[in-house]
């Protein structure tokens, strides 16, 4: 922390500002600032110290930009419901919440808590992150207030306003407490919605029995129907599908915007190079969910059906800071989707190499690395991390050193290559690492019918055949993400 002058936050430069005023106990006092580029740089007038608390409020206006392609090239989306009535819907993650207010447009900084106020003529209905506090009614039109009661990422703050209807129930949480359940779609799907709402809730049991309880009981758990695909807004995620299953029988968009909840909301990359947390997290979740639903083979098959989609073209988690385009896109601009099929991978490999009772009690430290935080509700449970935390995490989860394997799937992006060569009765295994990192994971063979795990100390190993024509196959399984196969 270091002492200011200046007051800078993030604003589109399509919005105009009004004005900036610093508010006291005795009422508003006006300060200078400045529009520099994207930026309003407000004058504070003398040097405030680390610790001194400051009111600002900006007046600001105009109109948010329109998104191109939502929800991956954002803004607002102003379209119509299938009945013909107004809908809309903000989706910021890659371009900013500065698209639509004042912010500091970075992952880690986040506001403690927030308030929202959204006035919509009737008889739409304005659904967003938090709690409803009231509704006021101002004849022709109703103003909808909502709080915010834990920490939000600021990409994560969300408004849809539609003629809603609202699916409501309760859920019984692993924590022992009912939690609010909401699902505004629009009036020609509310039977759709009626239907998928129990499928929606066993999506929140997996999470819960996975990972810990739900992070933000206090305020709800909800969903709105959104005329672009998905996203992860807090405690009211973005559905934008059309209530089918994928072919291992569940719905996918909402598994992976809940999961979000988790990783995304609850755990927070420090900093866009730490992105695949979010994203890599949630993807691998699935195939996690797959296995819960169909088994071994059906978690097998989803992470085989990601596997084409990997570039390796850049590191999954690059040292230094990075913004959301440098993670989402590669330099020639093309898609870049190694921060969620690659990162699942990464974690698929982990598994193998862990075990399972070390890998998931990773998991379950990660999203609270101290018991306390589970049942925590007022914010406490909320925090930033990197991708060195979950190598700590990892580590003491498993008591294994894992640097070499964090810097060979996530530092650098090339794969490493397995080579195999067979002499009469013995088998030889090396690793041709990238940049000659280490690189001693082992390998599991099948010999017959009896699968062993070779130990690849300094990256070579050796296996014993039972005799010259034994059938042997190597990672039959794909459990190891490399250059061939897996």
Same mark, same amino acid.
Not at 202 to 218: I, M, S
Not at 258 to 276: I, M, P, Q, R
Not at 295 to 310: D, K, N, P, T, V
Not at 329 to 345: F, H, N, Q, R, V
């Given at each position: 922390?270091?002492?200011?002058?200046?007051?800078?936050?993030?604003?589109?430069?399509?919005?105009?500002?009004?004005?900036?005023?610093?508010?006291?106990?005795?009422?508003?006092?006006?300060?200078?600032?400045?529009?520099?580029?994207? *930026?309003?740089?407000?004058?504070?007038?003398?040097?405030?110290?680390?610790?001194?608390?400051?009111?600002?409020?900006?007046?600001?206006?105009?109109?948010?930009?329109?998104?191109?392609?939502?929800?991956?090239?954002?803004?607002?989306?102003?379209?119509?419901?299938?009945?013909?009535?107004?809908?809309?819907?903000?989706?910021?993650?890659?371009?900013?919440?500065?698209?639509?207010?004042?912010?500091?447009?970075?992952?880690?900084?986040?506001?403690?808590?927030?308030?929202?106020?959204?006035?919509?003529?009737?008889?739409?209905? &304005?659904?967003?992150?938090?709690?409803?506090?009231?509704?006021?009614?101002?004849?022709?039109?109703? #103003?909808?207030?909502?709080?915010?009661?834990?920490?939000?990422?600021?990409?994560?703050?969300?408004?849809?306003?539609?003629?809603?209807?609202?699916?409501?129930?309760?859920?019984?949480?692993?924590?022992?407490?009912?939690?609010?359940?909401?699902?505004?779609?629009?009036?020609?799907?509310? *039977?759709?919605?009626?239907?998928?709402?129990?499928?929606?809730?066993?999506?929140?049991?997996?999470?819960?029995?996975?990972?810990?309880?739900?992070?933000?009981?206090?305020?709800? $758990?909800?969903?709105?129907? #959104?005329?672009?695909?998905?996203?992860?807004?807090? #405690?009211?995620?973005?559905?934008?599908?059309?209530?089918?299953?994928?072919?291992?029988?569940?719905?996918?968009?909402?598994?992976?915007?809940?999961?979000?909840?988790?990783?995304?909301?609850?755990?927070?990359?420090?900093?866009?190079?730490?992105?695949?947390?979010?994203?890599?997290?949630?993807?691998?979740?699935?195939?996690? +969910?797959?296995?819960?639903?169909?088994?071994?083979?059906?978690?097998?098959?989803?992470? *085989?059906?990601?596997?084409?989609?990997?570039?390796?073209?850049?590191?999954?988690?690059?040292?230094?800071?990075?913004?959301?385009?440098?993670? +989402? +896109?590669?330099?020639?601009?093309?898609?870049?989707?190694?921060?969620?099929?690659?990162?699942?991978?990464?974690?698929?490999?982990?598994?193998?190499?862990?075990?399972?009772?070390?890998?998931?009690?990773?998991?379950?430290?990660? &999203?609270?690395?101290?018991?306390?935080?589970?049942?925590?509700?007022?914010?406490?449970?909320?925090?930033?991390?990197?991708?060195?935390?979950?190598?700590?995490?990892?580590?003491?989860?498993?008591?294994?050193?894992?640097?070499?394997?964090?810097?060979? $799937?996530?530092?650098?992006?090339?794969? =490493?290559?397995?080579?195999?060569?067979?002499?009469?009765?013995?088998?030889?295994?090396?690793?041709?690492?990238?940049?000659?990192?280490?690189?001693?994971?082992?390998?599991?063979?099948?010999?017959?019918?009896?699968?062993?795990?070779?130990?690849?100390?300094?990256?070579?190993?050796?296996?014993?055949? =039972?005799?010259?024509?034994?059938?042997?196959?190597?990672?039959?399984?794909?459990?190891?993400?490399?250059?061939?196969?897996?």
């Amino acid at each position: 922390m270091h002492p200011t002058s200046w007051f800078v936050q993030d604003l589109d430069e399509r919005l105009s500002v009004e004005s900036v005023a610093l508010l006291t106990d005795g009422g508003a006092k006006a300060l200078p600032f400045e529009r520099r580029g994207g *930026q309003i740089w407000t004058d504070l007038e003398r040097t405030r110290q680390p610790g001194e608390r400051l009111t600002v409020r900006v007046r600001y206006g105009g109109t948010p930009r329109e998104a191109p392609r939502p929800p991956w090239d954002g803004g607002f989306t102003w379209t119509e419901t299938p009945g013909g009535e107004p809908w809309i819907a903000s989706s910021v993650q890659v371009n900013g919440a500065d698209l639509w207010w004042p912010t500091k447009d970075h992952p880690s900084d986040e506001p403690d808590s927030m308030a929202l106020s959204f006035t919509v003529p009737r008889p739409l209905v &304005a659904a967003s992150n938090g709690r409803l506090r009231r509704v006021e009614d101002n004849g022709e039109a109703r #103003t909808y207030h909502w709080f915010v009661s834990t920490p939000i990422n600021n990409y994560g703050v969300a408004l849809n306003v539609a003629p809603y209807r609202t699916v409501d129930t309760t859920y019984a949480s692993t924590s022992g407490t009912d939690i609010p359940v909401t699902f505004w779609v629009v009036p020609a799907h509310y *039977q759709q919605a009626e239907k998928r709402l129990p499928q929606f809730l066993d999506h929140l049991r997996f999470y819960e029995e996975t990972l810990g309880p739900y992070p933000f009981r206090a305020d709800k $758990y909800g969903i709105a129907e #959104t005329p672009h695909l998905g996203m992860e807004h807090q #405690t009211i995620i973005a559905y934008g599908s059309d209530f089918s299953n994928n072919e291992f029988g569940f719905d996918y968009l909402h598994h992976h915007e809940l999961g979000h909840e988790w990783w995304g909301n609850l755990v927070t990359a420090a900093d866009w190079s730490d992105f695949w947390l979010h994203e890599g997290f949630c993807t691998y979740m699935q195939a996690l +969910y797959a296995e819960e639903l169909g088994g071994r083979e059906a978690y097998h098959s989803y992470l *085989q059906g990601s596997r084409g989609g990997i570039n390796n073209e850049q590191p999954v988690a690059p040292r230094g800071s990075r913004s959301t385009l440098e993670m +989402y +896109y590669l330099p020639s601009g093309e898609g870049d989707g190694d921060i969620y099929s690659k990162g699942a991978w990464i974690l698929h490999s982990l598994r193998h190499l862990v075990g399972d009772e070390a890998f998931f009690e990773a998991l379950r430290r990660m &999203a609270n690395p101290r018991p306390e935080l589970r049942r925590a509700t007022d914010g406490r449970q909320c925090r930033f991390a990197t991708t060195d935390d979950f190598l700590r995490i990892a580590e003491a989860a498993s008591g294994r050193e894992l640097d070499w394997f964090f810097e060979v $799937y996530l530092r650098q992006p090339a794969l =490493p290559r397995l080579v195999t060569e067979r002499s009469g009765d013995e088998l030889r295994l090396r690793w041709d690492a990238p940049e000659e990192l280490s690189f001693p994971m082992p390998v599991p063979v099948r010999v017959g019918g009896e699968t062993r795990r070779v130990k690849m100390k300094g990256g070579e190993g050796r296996l014993a055949l =039972p005799n010259a024509d034994a059938e042997v196959q190597v990672d039959r399984k794909n459990w190891i993400l490399k250059a061939n196969g897996g």
